[in-house]
């Protein structure tokens, strides 16, 4: 009777969860879609509760500990330290299903295989073979430990904690695939022998793997293609927590994983497609670390000062704000919609251009241009904004850099060649705001930067908003 | 040995990977960052797992380990969900004319 109480309250917080990634997809519900879903979270541990037997003690110490650490970072984090964040948590989820198949694994050994599988049948009703559940712990072990360390790379990277630059050497990718293999030989042999006497080092083996695995994997990938990678990591551990499914054989575990990996990748892959690039070039390729030959850009970078600036964008009728990364790191957001506020007030119409990819994760600039009160009509997308960038008076960059190079467009030796990119090159004048005169996260020359018709504003992004901004209220 | 049972939950994790694609396939950009955060946060589900694993009876390694998970689960969870909607408020703000 308990056991049906229990797997309908799952099937509830399933429904839930569907529900809750619905309505998280349209602007109008995406907040009751997210209070909804984390009904069904709720529902799911007190099913879970229900089993009964428990260390209550541990348990309430758990659940309260990570709640108050949970709720400290999510409401000390400032926007612009989303992407870290999201990182962060998406590594302990990671980190907490290896943890998962590993205290498994120690019960599995410590009691016997007999005692386990029955104990588990008892629970679930259901009676699996052991290589079964031997070779679903050893997948979580492999797929939790390489979301955790992944995330950790992607976090310190994110965070400026370590260079944001590709690392690569030699033999890597020979290494990752020797790696690979030694992992799935490894969930193999668990799978014939999990009870054997050498089968403990096996799996504390497959840990190390995988948390090597995570490193290297993250390693050789740049900061620019951090919005791929950190939805990538969303799926495995996604993946991880239906995996562990599979151990405890619990349903809810096995579906609700199973969306957020599936949403995952479809997210990973709209992320590719607005690079225009395929998910293994990402992951192995190096971006930007090997560089072939570019077309050498031709003239000089023109520098402009802010009272120029303002003499042209007071005469511009319409205005199109590109951000870019550079504006996250300079905090430049409320600066920016005050100086887009001025300029309609001035009598312009000021849209905002957003590229897919613009920043470190997945629709970062919205978030930071929302936090800012930017109205979301004035967000656009890359083709509308393209379509009318000929007529536009004024493109303002503002830390934007490989989204808005022509390079993209007409230079096939280029590296970002065939990326879809915002046209900012079309409009009539177009002034890029940059901290110095080097190159940018990925290395790469801009072509934008020696167009004919663009000027350079250098130093502090937010500062130099300011300074425009106040030359309106002269 | 009864795969039937087991090839249930297969059943099951096919479909959600279906629907899973199916959910997320049109969803604005300007959404992406909730989403992702939100996803995350369902991905803490792993706590199910995790609590399970600190039953009374196990051997205390298994319960400390389990505990360990809990907490890092709940880290993600808790977190996950108040972080999404910390940005989702934001958005919501300017629906004002």
């Given at each position: 009777m308990k056991d049906v109480l229990i797997n309908l309250l799952y099937i509830a917080s399933a429904i839930l969860f569907i529900f809750g990634i619905k309505w998280l997809g349209h602007a109008d519900t995406a907040r009751?879609?997210?209070?909804i879903s984390s009904v069904g979270m709720l529902l799911a541990v007190i099913a879970t509760l229900l089993y009964g037997g428990l260390d209550w003690k541990l348990v309430a110490g758990g659940i309260l500990l990570g709640s108050v650490i949970g709720l400290i970072m999510a409401k000390r984090v400032q926007m612009t330290g989303m992407p870290e964040l999201v990182a962060l948590?998406?590594?302990f989820g990671g980190l907490a299903s290896l943890l998962v198949g590993a205290a498994e694994y120690h019960k599995l050994?410590?009691?016997?295989?007999?005692?386990?599988?029955?104990?588990?049948a008892a629970q679930t009703g259901v009676t699996v073979p052991l290589a079964f559940a031997a070779v679903a712990i050893a997948l979580t072990v492999l797929v939790g430990g390489v979301t955790f360390t992944?995330?950790?790379?992607?976090?310190a990277k994110l965070s400026e904690k370590m260079s944001g630059r590709p690392?690569?050497?030699t033999g890597q990718k020979a290494i990752n695939l020797v790696l690979l293999a030694a992992s799935l030989g490894g969930a193999v042999a668990l799978g014939m022998q999990p009870v054997?006497?050498?089968a403990v080092g096996l799996v504390i083996g497959l840990v190390v793997i995988s948390l090597l695995i995570g490193v290297l994997m993250t390693l050789p990938i740049g900061g620019g293609d951090m919005p791929v990678v950190i939805s990538l990591l969303n799926s495995l551990s996604g993946v991880a927590a239906a995996l562990a499914g599979f151990i405890i054989l619990n349903n809810v575990l096995v579906v609700a994983g199973c969306l957020v990996g599936a949403s995952g990748i479809i997210l990973t892959l709209i992320m590719c497609k607005a690079m225009n690039r395929s998910i293994g070039n990402v992951l192995f390729g190096g971006f930007g670390a090997a560089g072939g030959k570019q077309k050498a850009s031709t003239g000089e970078m023109k520098a402009a000062s802010v009272e120029d600036a303002y003499y042209v964008l007071e005469a511009a009728r319409s205005v199109v704000i590109i951000p870019g990364y550079g504006m996250a790191v300079a905090q430049a957001q409320h600066a920016v919609k005050e100086l887009s506020a001025m300029l309609e007030n001035n009598g312009a119409e000021v849209r905002f251009a957003i590229h897919p990819v613009a920043g470190r994760m997945p629709g970062h600039m919205n978030v930071l241009l929302a936090e800012a009160d930017v109205p979301y009509e004035q967000l656009q997308e890359m083709e509308p904004v393209n379509a009318i960038m000929p007529s536009v008076d004024v493109a303002i960059v503002i830390g934007a850099n490989d989204v808005v190079n022509p390079a993209a467009l007409d230079d096939p030796a280029s590296p970002i060649y065939g990326m879809p990119i915002i046209h900012a090159h079309e409009a009539r004048a177009i002034y890029c705001l940059k901290r110095g005169k080097g190159t940018g996260f990925?290395?790469?020359?801009n072509a934008l930067f020696y167009h004919p018709n663009t000027r350079m504003l250098y130093g502090d992004a937010k500062a130099t908003v300011t300074s425009l901004a106040a030359e309106f209220g002269k | 040995m009864e795969l039937a049972p087991l090839l249930l939950l297969l059943?099951?994790?096919?479909?959600?990977v279906f629907l899973g694609f199916e959910l997320i396939a049109k969803v604005p950009s300007q959404l992406h960052t909730p989403l992702m955060s939100g996803s995350n946060a369902i991905s803490g589900i792993t706590v199910v797992g995790a609590l399970l694993a600190i039953a009374a009876n196990e051997p205390p390694l298994a319960r400390w380990i389990g505990f360990a998970a809990v907490v890092l689960a709940t880290i993600n969870v808790v977190g996950g969900y108040a972080v999404t909607d910390r940005m989702l408020a934001m958005f919501k703000k300017k629906e004002k004319p």
């Open positions: 009751r879609g997210n209070r948590f998406n590594g050994h410590h009691g016997g295989a007999e005692s386990y599988l029955s104990a588990l992944g995330s950790v790379v992607a976090w690392m690569v050497f054997a006497p050498w990925s290395g790469l020359e | 059943f099951a994790f096919t479909l959600a």
